[in-house]
């Protein structure tokens, strides 16, 4: 009886739970004294790793089902893709807001020109030339890179466009006088970058796919776009032009104006200007002083620091 007990009890200790040490993770009955077949047969054997697969998910990932719906987040520049394989609205550098505050309030310079102050920037003007120039933004798919460069396309503009957005003429022409404009009565400089010459008319009729030649007048036309359409091609797109024509060297002017290169815009847009900082008696003098001047209120309407005069001038510093 004793004998059978004592087997029992034997049988009892092997079938028992795990230990409390084999519960911190070591084999079963790792120390067991017993007969050696017995205690391989009742060591737990090691259980293999399984094999990494290519592309498994990590934990808590968890992966939708073939056909789910799921949405992408735009990315924080605002450029990244969408689920559809659109991308996201891009925030304009120039808004309505800004818009209004660059040309609001401004006056005809010329107060002697026969049309002085009939055409003023008031808010239906603001308005549709908003809508004019946000039109031909995004038919020609344009749109400045940053603040900086924006702010030196509309500061050149301001120094030469007169007070008024819907009669932007060459001050020759805004005087009555366009036999006196340098290129002529019919070819004078029009629209907000002043497009001037037959040649320059011609191929920028051609860029834009009007006939400029023949209606010159057409970049004054205040239900059109080709005026706003003209100054954007001049200024990024049309190769043909000094802004961006390999012709010239240095940067063009959007990657210049990007890094407040002023100077290296003026050279390229207008370089009898780029006379010495000393010459101060020059009406060339006068000119690129307005010029910086301008761009540095603009800048300020973007929220930007002035630019050093010093710096922006685009001639011999010294004396």
């Known amino acids: 009886m004793r004998f059978f007990a004592v087997v029992l009890l034997v049988l009892g200790t092997l079938a028992a739970p795990a230990t409390a040490e084999a519960s911190r993770g070591r084999p079963w009955l790792s120390n067991w004294r017993g007969w050696p077949h017995r205690r391989a047969l009742l060591q737990a054997p090691p259980v293999p ?30 450029i990244g893709p969408l689920a559809n394989g659109t991308k996201p609205k891009r925030t304009p550098v120039v808004t309505r807001k800004l818009f209004f505050t660059l040309f609001q309030g401004d006056r005809d310079a010329c107060t002697t020109c026969p049309d002085y ?8 003007t603001l308005q549709r030339q908003w809508r004019l120039f946000t039109t031909a933004e995004k038919e020609l798919k344009f749109h400045f890179k940053n603040a900086s460069e924006a702010a030196v396309f509309f500061g050149n503009m301001k120094v030469i466009y007169g007070g008024s957005l819907d009669r932007i003429l060459e001050a020759c022409a805004r005087a009555g006088t366009p036999q ?6 019919k070819y004078y400089g029009r629209g907000p970058v002043l497009i001037t010459g037959a040649d320059n008319y011609a191929a920028m009729g051609k860029f834009l796919g009007l006939d400029l030649t023949s209606n010159p007048d057409l970049l004054l036309d205040t239900n059109s776009t080709a005026g706003w359409k003209s100054a954007l091609a001049f200024w990024a797109l049309a190769p043909e032009f000094s802004c961006v024509g390999a012709f010239i060297k240095g940067p063009p002017c959007p990657r210049a104006a990007r890094n407040g290169n ?3 815009v003026t050279r390229r847009i207008v370089p009898n200007e780029c006379v010495p900082l000393a010459a101060r008696t020059t009406p060339a003098w006068k000119m690129q002083s307005d010029r910086i001047s301008a761009i540095n209120s603009v800048r300020a309407v973007f929220g930007l620091p002035p630019l050093n005069p010093m710096t922006a001038w685009c001639g011999k510093k010294g004396a």
């Open 180 to 185: 006196k404009c340098s290129a002529g009565p």
């Open 262 to 264: 002023v100077a290296a």
């Open 117 to 124: 102050n009939k055409f003023p920037n008031d808010k239906a």
């Open 49 to 78: 790793a399984a094999p990494k697969r290519a592309g498994a998910r990590r934990a808590g990932f968890v992966p939708l089902a073939a056909g789910a719906n799921f949405t992408v987040a735009a990315a924080p520049s605002g």
